[in-house]
């Protein structure tokens, strides 16, 4: 599993690469540890870009955590 992401404006892309399909969480939390997001894409297989909406946040802080095939990738979010 690869997995990769980037930051533009108010939308954050996540690029994903599979070998099999599997279920692919992606949650958001904030500074303080809260969960402020959760979004579940169902049965991706192959390269695949997942949109997450960063709109509705607050500006601040947060950290974005994707679950592909039980390996957890997190990265640091700022919001404008």
């Known amino acids: 599993v690869g997995s990769e992401m980037c ?38 297989n192959g390269s695949n870009n997942l949109f997450i909406n960063t709109s509705d946040l607050s500006t601040g802080m947060y950290t974005v955590s994707m679950i592909a095939d039980g390996v957890r990738t997190s990265r640091r979010l700022m919001v404008k």
Request: proline share 0%; aromatic share 6%; hydrophobic share 45%.
């Open 7 to 44: 930051i533009r404006d108010s939308l954050a892309t996540a690029a994903i690469n599979l070998n099999k399909r599997t279920v692919v969480i992606v949650e958001i939390y904030s500074s303080l540890g809260q969960l402020v997001s959760s979004a579940q894409y169902g049965n991706l």
